[in-house]
């Protein structure tokens, strides 16, 4: 009966942390159509914070601590991103980097080589062309209108971009977790917040922009969060056994 009682009060802490989550995504969105983009200074870092508190109840002892460390780079690149996204350009480019390789760290004992789902089939070479396309146009788009110092740094960020997607793409593939499609959404989601965030500061400003950027980069860390929560890097070992 405790056991149960326990279960039943940890099922419910966490349900409450998702529905902050998504209560405070709500209320950034709604900020963005309605107020100005600095406003979500306001509301943006409690999404992130939702997320870490997430995080730490549900692993407890357990937790990474580079992967919490990556989520309070983000926490304050957050911040500098609606105090002013183009003063801040060189910190927020640096936090980013960080997170993302963080990230990528993070994942790489979930990387196992061997199988794949289908790493040959023309839609993964489409997907693949999809990203470098994307990722090439953003970096037209920051060697054209960023200048100085912070251009280098915009660029390491890209490119971190490609080390945090290469582990997602292989472990989706390899398909020896059932929870992949959610860390492929995640990654998907990092992708076009980074490609909107470019166009939204530096090519045309627009509302619309600034709401998917918040959705994109909320379900992203969020996704993120809980592949990592939810799925256990299997050893070598469970490897042989279970699928040779």
């Known amino acids: 009966m405790k056991n149960t009682n326990e279960h039943t009060h940890f099922a419910s802490r966490l349900k409450l942390f998702d529905l902050l989550f998504l209560l405070l995504l709500v209320v950034s969105v709604v900020i963005g ?3 100005e983009m600095q406003d979500l200074i306001y509301t943006m870092p409690l999404v992130v914070l939702s997320i870490i508190g997430k995080y730490i109840y549900e692993t ?65 070479f489409i997907s693949i062309a999809f990203v470098v396309y994307i990722l090439y146009t953003v970096f037209n788009l920051i060697i ?27 472990i989706y593939l390899s398909d020896y977790y059932d929870t ?9 989601f990092s992708l076009f917040q980074v490609a909107l965030s470019i166009i939204n500061e530096f090519l045309y400003f627009d509302s619309t922009f600034t709401v998917l950027i918040i959705i994109c980069h909320s379900l992203s860390l969020y996704l993120l969060t809980k592949f990592l929560t939810n799925t256990k890097a299997l050893k070598d070992e469970a490897l042989r056994e279970n699928y040779l």
Do not use: H
């Open 144 to 170: 054209t209108e960023v200048y100085g110092i912070e251009v280098y740094f915009a660029v390491l960020c890209e490119l971190s971009m490609l080390l945090f997607l290469f582990p997602i793409g292989k």
């Open 180 to 188: 992949g499609t959610i860390l492929l959404a995640s990654g998907i």
């Open 33 to 35: 159509i309605v107020a």
């Open 60 to 124: 407890k002892q357990k937790f990474k601590v580079l992967f919490l460390i990556a989520l309070l780079c983000i926490l304050v690149s957050d911040v500098l991103v609606f105090t002013s996204f183009k003063d801040y350009l060189l910190w927020i480019s640096l936090l980013n980097t960080f997170f993302l390789i963080c990230s990528a760290l993070v994942l790489k004992p979930y990387v196992k080589y061997g199988k794949t789902r289908a790493s040959m089939t023309i839609s993964v």
